[in-house]
């Protein structure tokens, strides 16, 4: 059973930045597509990033585009969100998700197979 752990939350600042960090275990990391997805308080859960398993190709979630990048080394195997420019509307949940390669997913939740338990991103104004 592959297991998806997310790491790397916390409380910052408006305007700082976070990094937030991806593994899997119990299967082969670099087989997989990864996503992030957050969910905040009463808000359905949305896209943010995806990565394929090469890391040759990522989506960004229009909220996020220009502020937020992700990447992956598969050697280390993990997966990265770097957060910049962060404002209140960010504070959520942050969840990992995996799915063996194939078509990318990318904003399509119901496609991918594993997720974390998630990882919680405040930001203060």
């Known amino acids: 059973q592959v297991q998806v752990v997310e790491s790397g939350g916390g409380l910052v600042q408006a305007g700082g930045s976070l990094r937030l960090s991806c593994t899997t275990s119990?299967?082969?990391?670099?087989?997989?597509?990864m996503a992030w997805f957050r969910q905040a308080p009463g808000k359905e859960r949305e896209f943010v990033a995806a990565?394929?398993?090469?890391?040759?190709?990522?989506v960004l979630g229009d909220s996020v585009k220009g502020r937020f990048t992700v990447s992956r080394d598969n050697k280390k195997e993990e997966m990265y969100l770097q957060m910049n420019n962060l404002n209140y509307e960010d504070t959520a949940v942050y969840l990992c998700a995996a799915v063996l390669s194939g078509p990318l997913p990318g904003h399509i939740a119901e496609l991918y197979d594993y997720w974390g338990q998630g990882t919680q991103v405040t930001v203060s104004s």
């Open positions: 119990g299967g082969t990391f670099s087989d997989y597509h």
């Open positions: 990565i394929t398993f090469l890391g040759d190709r990522t």
